[in-house]
């Protein structure tokens, strides 16, 4: 793959032969890309960031780190979290951050709806320094489940159905005895 950042997908076929595939990580120098995920993140709860960036890597004997930023609305002046790189000469660095309401200990304070931005400043961009950031929504209110339903209930299936007010997703579990563990 060339001149893409991130991960790439590689697939090998041969004749007679069972496909084979597996994940690259893929950099190329110039500008760099940070990503966490989830996109959507539950109000209390752990937020993964990576960063891909060849000119970061200084070292090739030697894990490499970097600290990026991490701010929301209710905590402004944010947290500083450190990344390191996944493998020698990679130029991939990984790390996490906590988010709370409370804030308390190394979390990050955040709120309903809020936003946690993460970023860093990109020092060696091809049209010099550049600020990069990426977003995270912060969901702190449980979807409301209105329309519950079942349906068709056999002794070994049924329908299940509901609406919320938000996108979900949901998890049935059935069973004759507690602790329900069927799903």
């Known amino acids: 793959v060339t001149g893409v950042v991130g991960e790439a997908l590689l697939t090998v076929t041969a004749a007679n032969a069972e496909p084979y595939q597996a994940t690259l990580d893929t950099l190329v120098p110039g500008c760099g890309l940070l990503q966490a995920t989830p996109a959507l993140a ?34 402004p002046q944010g947290i500083a979290v450190a990344l390191v790189e996944t493998k020698l000469d990679s ?57 519950l339903s079942i349906e068709e209930v056999t002794a070994t299936s049924g329908i299940v159905s509901f609406v919320t007010n938000e996108f979900a997703s949901g998890t049935v579990r059935f069973g004759l005895f507690e602790p329900l563990g069927e799903e």
């Open 91 to 147: 130029g991939k660095f990984v790390g996490g951050l906590t988010i709370s309401p409370s804030g308390e200990g190394e979390a990050l304070k955040v709120g309903d709806s809020e936003t946690v931005t993460v970023s860093y400043l990109d020092e060696a961009c091809e049209d010099g320094a550049a600020e990069k950031t990426v977003d995270v929504v912060v969901d702190c209110t449980a979807p409301a489940l209105s329309e």
């Open 42 to 75: 539950q109000c209390e709860g752990a937020l993964d960031v990576q960063l891909f960036d060849a000119d970061l890597n200084l070292s090739a004997t030697a894990l490499d780190g970097v600290v990026v930023s991490a701010s929301s609305d209710s905590d």
